[in-house]
């Protein structure tokens, strides 16, 4: 039966062609690209929206043959695309794949690669976009940016519409030293238009819709200030642990892995103000404004703003769930958070005063990602009366993830002779609106990528006022060891200890104990 084009595809081919396009993958035996990246051009293929010149250079330090690496980005599309393999399609995808390998430093084998990417356009007659996709371990960043600069590969086509860019994958940096230093060598190399920092997290289909609901309904903006909101809530909780990742991990820890970047997104685009226009820079800036505009965080003893904690052993779904320092590869001695929970306030008129509640963890409860807005109560006298009403606030849950959804709580007159309430709910469900299977985040990005547009990726700016934030807090955590780490059972809410940032204002976290 063929398959239905989703609605998000209706539109794009008409307006937004792909130049010729050769995408070459730094960390092409890595687990993101055969988990994400390779099922998306798979899939953006089966969508017909991949130009009809298009190759794939897979490139690592290790040397396989281009039939070894096809053969195993054929079991990662088996595996990890959303569709199922169409012989056909995949064998054309297939064909324009191959495979170079060199160190990451050695300008020989970019070198090389350009030879290559160079015969490609000789053969075809005109000229390709070149993509370089870095998906390697951030220690390899800088060395790979050098490099494309040395070969001319970053150079190639300037000035035209079949000018090279660069896509990086996250951590950008490490703190706010390490990003401004990566970004000195990034922008060293490559115009900033030729640059796409990606999160994933702009990629998801419910974290683009959140402009459209603020500034596309005339309902919501107007109350979306500190004069209706009380509090803002943003969880991102993983029920998964660190798996295989745990040398990445305890390196990293949950504000640099989560916080820093996908959950900031999220504050961005709840918090900022409407832009002047939809192009990147008029988005990106506001996106900027507001970060910069929270209030720096207290690491004040007790009182401080934020809390930190791993997590010790638990359970999963029911079964017995390791501690954190008990998962391969973490050490015994780890101080690493697999959670961080903080509160600001925004200091700008529309947010003054209201707190911002984040928290991001491994192996919570269950897999949830939202943002709700919880309103202020009516100052009508009208149900006012203790005990009697039980008027409850109402709340605005985006759901990012899973369920994709809004829900709006209000109160509700329980049927009777008598005047009581109930707080109920009004959903909206993405898959019950659109159906499921929307596109991947990765496929969006990738995509725009190609196109040149940048609206969905981080601008240097922005990953730097980012970092400005947590530096501090991370220099605090480096210097304080494991004093202060708190612990929370494996598939709970987190700690205690979190409770605390919320008790001041009297608030809680929408799920807890
Ligand atoms: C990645 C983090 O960026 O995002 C992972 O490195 C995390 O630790 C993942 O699991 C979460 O992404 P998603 O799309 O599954 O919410």
Same mark, same amino acid.
């Given at each position: 039966m063929e398959e239905k084009r989703h609605p998000f595809l209706e539109g794009l081919s008409k307006h937004r062609g792909v130049e010729p396009t050769v995408v070459v993958i730094f960390g092409a035996s890595g687990d993101l690209t055969a988990r994400k990246l390779i099922p998306a051009i798979y899939n953006l293929s089966v969508d017909n929206l991949l130009p009809n010149d298009f190759y794939l250079i897979g490139f690592g330090r290790k040397a396989i043959s281009d039939a070894a690496f096809q053969d195993a980005?054929?079991?990662?599309?088996?595996?990890?695309?959303?569709?199922?393999?169409?012989?056909?399609?995949?064998?054309?995808?297939?064909?324009?794949?191959?495979?170079?390998?060199?160190?990451?430093?050695?300008?020989?084998?970019?070198?090389?690669?350009?030879?290559?990417?160079?015969?490609?356009?000789?053969?075809?007659?005109?000229?390709?976009?070149?993509?370089?996709?870095?998906?390697?371990?951030?220690?390899?960043?800088?060395?790979?940016?050098?490099?494309?600069?040395?070969?001319? #590969? /970053?150079? !190639?086509?300037?000035?035209?519409?079949?000018?090279?860019? %660069?896509?990086? *994958?996250?951590?950008?940096? +490490?703190? #706010? /030293?390490? !990003?401004?230093?990566?970004?000195?060598?990034?922008?060293? %190399?490559?115009? *900033?238009?030729?640059?796409? +920092?990606?999160?994933?997290?702009?990629?998801?289909?419910?974290?683009?819709?959140?402009? %459209?609901?603020?500034f596309a309904n005339a309902i919501f903006e107007p109350i979306w200030n500190q004069e209706y909101v009380e509090c803002v809530q943003i969880t991102v909780a993983e029920q998964l642990g660190v798996g295989s990742r745990g040398g990445y991990y305890d390196d990293s820890g949950a504000l640099r892995d989560m916080i820093q970047n996908h959950t900031m997104q999220l504050v961005a685009l709840t918090a900022m103000e409407p832009p002047a226009s939809l192009d990147p820079e008029?988005?990106?800036?506001?996106?900027?404004?507001?970060?910069?505009?929270?209030?720096?965080?207290?690491?004040?003893?007790?009182?401080?703003?934020?809390?930190?904690?791993?997590?010790?052993?638990?359970?999963?779904?029911?079964?017995?769930?390791?501690?954190?320092?008990?998962?391969?590869?973490?050490?015994?001695?780890?101080?690493?958070?697999?959670?961080?929970?903080l509160r600001f306030t925004i200091n700008?008129?529309?947010?003054?005063?209201?707190?911002?509640?984040?928290?991001?963890?491994?192996?919570?409860?269950?897999?949830?990602?939202?943002?709700?807005?919880?309103?202020?109560?009516?100052?009508?006298?009208?149900?006012?009366?203790?005990?009697?009403?039980?008027?409850?606030?109402?709340?605005?849950?985006?759901?990012?993830?899973?369920?994709?959804?809004?829900?709006l709580v209000m109160n509700s007159k329980i049927p009777g002779l008598e005047t009581r309430m109930q707080p109920v709910k009004m959903h909206f469900r993405y898959a019950t609106t659109f159906g499921s299977n929307t596109p991947e985040a990765y496929e969006r990005l990738i995509l725009d990528a190609m196109i040149g547009d940048g609206t969905l990726f981080i601008r240097g700016d922005e990953t730097e006022a980012s970092w400005e934030l947590f530096s501090p807090v991370l220099d605090h955590w480096a210097k304080s060891g494991s004093e202060g780490l708190e612990s929370y059972a494996a598939g709970s809410w987190g700690p205690k200890a979190s409770d605390a940032l919320l008790e001041e204002k009297d608030h809680e976290w929408r799920h807890s104990g």
């Open positions: 980005m054929d079991e990662a599309i088996k595996e990890h695309s959303r569709r199922p393999l169409k012989e056909d399609i995949w064998q054309r995808v297939r064909e324009c794949m191959s495979y170079n390998s060199s160190d990451y430093s050695e300008v020989d084998g970019f070198v090389t690669l350009a030879e290559k990417i160079d015969a490609m356009e000789a053969s075809l007659g005109r000229k390709l976009q070149r993509i370089f996709y870095i998906s390697t371990p951030p220690n390899v960043f800088g060395p790979i940016v050098d490099c494309l600069g040395k070969s001319g #590969l /970053a150079k !190639a086509n300037l000035g035209t519409s079949t000018a090279s860019k %660069v896509i990086i *994958e996250k951590p950008f940096g +490490r703190d #706010l /030293a390490s !990003a401004q230093e990566l970004n000195k060598v990034i922008n060293g %190399v490559f115009d *900033e238009s030729q640059v796409f +920092r990606i999160d994933h997290y702009l990629g998801k289909e419910t974290v683009q819709d959140l402009l %459209v609901q603020r008029s988005i990106r800036d506001e996106k900027v404004k507001v970060i910069k505009a929270i209030q720096p965080l207290s690491m004040e003893r007790d009182k401080g703003d934020v809390v930190r904690a791993q997590y010790s052993s638990g359970l999963d779904n029911g079964e017995a769930a390791k501690a954190y320092i008990d998962e391969a590869g973490i050490p015994q001695d780890s101080s690493t958070e697999t959670y961080a929970a700008n008129k529309r947010w003054k005063g209201v707190p911002f509640y984040i928290r991001s963890g491994k192996r919570m409860a269950r897999r949830t990602s939202e943002i709700a807005i919880r309103f202020k109560r009516p100052p009508g006298i009208l149900f006012s009366e203790e005990g009697r009403f039980n008027v409850s606030d109402n709340t605005m849950v985006i759901q990012i993830q899973p369920n994709e959804g809004v829900t």
